[in-house]
């Protein structure tokens, strides 16, 4: 049985907000109490809402606003002596580190946060460090090094009744399931997953299994129409709650349904949306799986193959330096695709 979702990143005084808060109305609590705190000289109140502060800015895509709130989140909960609070700011400026695409800073940041979360007794803490480490893992395309700490997690997750962390893992594994060719299975775990969001009223948790079920509808089925009704439903959650970055990639997984289904200026269109949302954030990862989307539709649209093929190596580089090793195979599917020959690799000289 599971309880309503919470969102224990709002802490302190801010820990009655509903884990459905519109994020435009968190940063005005959070920044208001944060403010309070600091004149009040409450170090320990000061660094919890200051990282709900953090996130409020990271999920509306205020990228810089959201490195400057961490950091000084860290700071305060540093000179309090404060480990679960310095735990939390780690683990918000490990998960900024992995939307801007900073994998390995992402790593570094979420380990720390682990160790602290487990030294300054925060289960929480030190068990959301952990998903994070897993997800940055997932999505690098390391399925092998972070299955069994997904699965881990996710029993966890049913044992203590926490519908949202079950729902993140869950959606996870749908992911790497579907990534690796097996969509019932796929199917079956984001159908889960949206039945306890929804029940938890878990509406960010809701709108991303939904993205979920459309692309496996898509991809599958072939069924576009279905497929964008369940965006349609996600779409109008991440507008609820202001969700910039899950509204950008529901915007460019509905170019994919676009895109397979043949409908190739529409997808175009939907696809730069979603370029320009993700340039907005500074999201490198969505910008690149964008560019691609684009890239795609333009040659389907009659773009000269020698400029296709540029873009695509572009992209290629842009990935490796990243370390998504799915995504860079997205690319290399893609010459396949548009009938273009894959450059060689030049090893570096030694």
Do not use: M
């Given at each position: 049985m599971f309880s309503k979702a919470l969102a224990p990143e709002y802490q302190?005084?801010?820990?009655?907000l509903s884990v459905n808060a519109s994020l435009t109305d968190v940063l005005e609590a959070a920044t208001g109490q944060m403010t309070a705190a600091q004149r009040a000289g409450d170090a320990h109140e000061a660094a919890r809402a200051g990282l709900a502060v953090a996130e409020a800015h990271r999920r509306l895509g205020h990228v810089e606003a959201a490195d400057r709130?961490?950091?000084?989140?860290?700071?305060?909960?540093?000179?309090?002596?404060d480990l679960p609070a310095m735990a939390w700011a780690l683990w918000s400026g490990g998960t900024l580190a992995r939307q801007r695409g900073a994998l390995a800073l992402a790593f570094r940041l979420l380990r720390y946060a682990a160790d602290l979360g487990k030294r300054g007794g925060d289960v929480v803490a030190h068990g959301y460090s952990l998903a994070g480490l897993a997800e940055t893992?997932?999505?690098?395309?390391?399925?092998?090094?972070?299955?069994?700490?997904?699965?881990e997690l996710l029993a966890e997750a049913r044992a203590r009744g926490e519908a949202r962390h079950t729902v993140w893992a869950l959606e996870g594994i749908a992911q790497m399931h579907r990534n690796s060719g097996r969509y019932d299975t796929a199917y079956a775990l984001f159908e889960e997953a949206a039945a306890i969001a929804a029940a938890a009223d878990d509406r960010r948790g809701h709108a991303w299994a939904l993205r979920g079920l459309a692309d496996i509808v898509s991809v599958r089925d072939g069924d576009a129409a279905r497929a964008l009704e369940l965006l349609g439903r996600a779409e109008e959650g991440c507008r609820e709650m202001n969700l910039s970055s899950a509204l950008a990639y529901n915007h460019k997984m509905r170019g994919n349904v676009l895109y397979r289904a043949g409908r190739y200026a529409e997808a175009l269109e939907t696809y730069e949306?979603?370029?320009s949302e993700f340039r907005a954030m500074d999201e490198p990862r969505g910008e690149a799986l964008s560019r691609l989307g684009s890239v795609k539709a333009r040659a389907r649209l009659?773009?000269?193959?020698?400029?296709?093929?540029?873009e695509l190596a572009d992209l290629r580089g842009v990935l490796d330096r990243m370390g998504l090793r799915h995504a860079r195979a997205m690319v290399d599917k893609a010459h396949a695709e548009l009938g273009l020959p894959v450059a060689p690799v030049e090893e570096p000289r030694r």
């Open positions: 302190g005084a801010l820990s009655a709130a961490w950091k000084s989140s860290y700071r305060t909960a540093r000179s309090a002596g893992g997932r999505i690098q395309g390391d399925y092998e090094a972070v299955g069994a700490l997904h699965d949306l979603a370029l009659g773009a000269d193959p020698a400029r296709t093929a540029a």
